[in-house]
């Protein structure tokens, strides 16, 4: 449904950074290296909950380190995620503990000339712990018995008291839901569990910080967003912005495990001051995946339906664990509230969170923040509704779904949209062709070893978390952009904002190059930092190419404007006469009036006689905040195999479907899709970080050989897949394009729980759901139901 | 209470790194060292628990270096140098023919990179009780040849494995040579396992060698299961169950029954004792199964 002829946004356009990153050339945070650097390395608690009675760093002193401890960083508490306006800001942290919260906690740190003096001396601190009484779940840190966590935090300006280790608590309700329950004909109540996830990104969070003789500092972060870093580093140390510096490096992968400042960059420029050295610190692996995990969740949910389908009233509780520190549990609390209202319209509906402080790992963002949770609890639940009616899933799924015209909430109760781009019923139908949903397999006619089942589920992600309202927002949410365009007619474009790998600023060059009318390599992606650039929020929520693409959509505007008004004084024609169209042959956008054959000229004359005729740069500076929040639609259909005798589940096809709007790229676009799928897989089958339940150490003790994700060969073949692009526009954003990128895996876990019961007649409610879980509930149904497994005739259990 | 530094983020201890010319200098620099130094032979499993400080040798000897500890040759059997490295093992037309279900086995091993960088005989001299070369190794009833301070000697498989990640190999003693048997006429092999991912140590693996008369009776076996307890585990009640027997429906399910009581699982974050003595039935019947529809090289 574009609305206008493209010549470079919709093509599969290979990556202008591809070439570097399959060479191993490109630069990522960990390779960075100045002369003369010293490396950083962190001391970690060992235990999940005790106080620092001492800490002695004479002997690391006496090998020539320089070493950080509490007493040396400033007495600022802050949050690692300043994304949250102020007021809705908690801070709990210090750069280095004062109390040692979980397992991995950092206590202090030590800089030297080489690593291996680093680690020596790390090792020669002498840290005195009183261990105190560590709560490893919510249910055991809200009992009266648990130590707590924090007396009070910092809310806003002010202090907050923290009971029961409760974080905070948010509450919303629409219509009357006990009405609502009443007037249903039936009515399901299921309790749901989800477990952290690690964001196994590639690149393990790193940092460098060189320190100049002016008191100024230059930073290199594995980060997400680097003017939060400037001005998070700026509020710790009382250093000026325009004497911080941190410049972008292409980070290797996120999933949003660099939403907040990591805590090492801190601690870095800490080292850094100290020293007076640049200094590096490169986590490792296990340092990585104890700093952050995904959002663990226990969400009962309630739904009522009439006889036809119709939900009347739906009532979620939900309670979240936190860990040790409370990086975004407000905003998380609410985007619950917010995606459970936006999926399927509820006229009565009633939402209790609360999030507890515990003794493990913090949580913090991952690919689709509080989404794959609600997802999988509401689309599990809406299945099992549809099945018990006797309604086909699909068909109670598009009679309920919140569409065109609707109120989407996007990130929480006060970011609220009007929907006006729905490629879900087109999704639907085309993903039930692909895959045969019709016919498809059912429980009750299977029998024998392997059974097969195809699952469904939907749902979205936000794409930003923009609204109208001109203060008192819950949440920052703009983006700015350079436009300027070369003395040959190249353009630069300057932004601030992170590709975390997806494409996003290749998708951004591609609005630029179609808004100027220029080929797409007459483009460059500038290498920038927070001096040279205007200000970007954070790439997360699905926003890069919604809300950063926007703002360099208007600097591209912007910039065109000027260029044809100095084409016009070139030809002699008004501007507004004028068009762009670029030229393959001349490699060139070529301005020129329609109609007017002779006046004509190409982009790059007009900037060549511009900048000999001392005209002046054409160039433009844009800030842009998106004042709606459009949800970005994917439908998924899963087909499994389950191996009764194993509980192995193998993913036999897929059809996958998004309605991103206009698509810029395809490629990129499909890989997201693709991505998403093998992220989701992990969520619903295999990834579970454990806990000791004794020492609050994983399980895993932070090395991947334990932590699972899946790898490509447990991806479907990709002609085993489709993927489906709705033929949307969005209004609202650049060219007609909203996001996708978190929406990919929202909602696989359900599709994959639901597939489960098209194989066996088994309803699963805790991920992820392992193969010993199937054995065991098979077993179970054997038991309750008297439907015999098939006679699984090695499978005799030995009790021994 | 004090505390040990960096409970998390451990990288190795200091340790001095000899990349010894021949077997000699290798066992001359593990002498030196008393028992404080390993043999580095790709590093694979040595490294990351290194990393943890699970493992703290003051050297590490690369034998990966010395030339003659390299290659595959065939002499009715097979002789595999210790410090080939599995990629090129896997590669080998000489391992296709005489012992195809090494080929398949190898491929279940980690990946192509770490397959690219660890070695035939470290595999085997780790003994990780989840590894699938060692569990072939016994199956195929192999032999190593280990070279120490007093001179060579030869170590059937059967005693090879001692305990969880320990050999019969001296602390002095390097690991030279792998030798597995001919392929007699007549003897079939399955390999299968089950993991969470493909290129995981196994939760539960089989390596069935069994030679068939000519009326499909079972005349000997070997059946070993890995990922069951401490070390590659030979079942023997299995192998006691079918010899003589043809492999029908009632004597396989017996067997698997029987492969069930017979291991001693260690549960872990992988999988409960339960669940893999279940796989462990699974396994067997499965690969005795298999055997049944496999052809021997001719007499």
Known sequence: MTQQKLHTIGNGAWRKDGIAKVTGTQVYAPDVAVPHQWFGRVLRSPFAHAEIVSVDTSAAEAMGAVCLTFDDVPKVRYNERIVSTPPHLYRDRYVLADKARHVGEPIAAVAAPTEALAEQALRAIDVQYKPLKASLSAEAAMSPEADALYEKVILGTGEVAIENNVAVRRHVEVGDVDQGFAESDLILERSYTTVPQYHAQMEPKSVLCEPARDGSITVWASAQSIHNVRILLGEIYGIPLNKINVRRTLVGGTFGSSIQVNSVVPVCVGLALKSGHPVKIASTREEDMHSHLRYPSQLTLKM??????????????????????????????????????????????????????????????????????????????????????????????????VGLGGTFWGHGPTVKSIILSDGVPELLERGAEHIGWADRPRPEEQTGRHRRGIGLARGFHTSGVGQPKAQGAEMIDYSGAIVKINEDGSVDLAQSLMDHGGGTLEAIAKIVAEELGVPLDKVGISPVDTKTTVYDVTTHATRGVYAGGAAAHKAAKTAKAKLLALAGRMLEVMPDALVIEPDEELGQGVIFCPGMPDHKVTVGEVARHSHVNSWGTIAAVESVRQVTAPPAYVTQFIEVEVDTYTGAVRTLRAALGADCGTVVNPILAAGQMEGGLSKGAGYALIEDIGWDPETGQLDSKGFWIDGKTPSVSEAPLLGDVTIDFADTYEPTGPFGAKGIGEASMNPVAAAYTNALYGALGVRFYDLPVTPEKILAALRENEATTGAPVEARRETTMVTS | MPAAAGAVGMKPAAFRYVAPADIDEAVAVLAEHGGDAKVLAGGQSLIPLMNMRMSRPTALVDVCRIASLSGVSANGGLTIGAATRQASVAASPLVADAWPVLTEALSHVGHPATRSRGTFGGSIAHADPSAEIPAVLLALGGEVVAKGPGGERVIPADDLFIAHFTTDLAEDEVLTEVRLPRREPGVVSVFSEVVRRRGDFALVGVVAVAQMDDDKRVRSSRIVLFGVGEVPFRASGVEDLIRGQQLDDSIVAEAARHAAQEIDPIPDVQGSVEYRRELAADRVGLALRQLTTQEGVPA
């Open chain 1, 304 to 401: 009522g339906v009439k006889r036809d389908g119709t939900v009347v009233a739906g009532e979620m509780d939900a309670t979240i664990e936190i860990g040790a520190h409370n990086i975004q549990a407000f905003p998380f609390l609410g985007v619950l509230a917010g995606f459970f209202a936006s999926l399927y319209k509820m006229p009565h509906m009633r939402y209790n969170g609360k999030a507890v402080y515990t003794n493990r790992t913090p949580s913090c963002a991952m690919q689709g923040f509080g989404a794959p949770q609600v997802h999988f609890a509401v689309e599990s639940l809406m299945d099992e509704l549809a099945v018990e009616l006797g309604i086909d899933p699909l068909e109670m799924k598009l009679k309920n779904y």
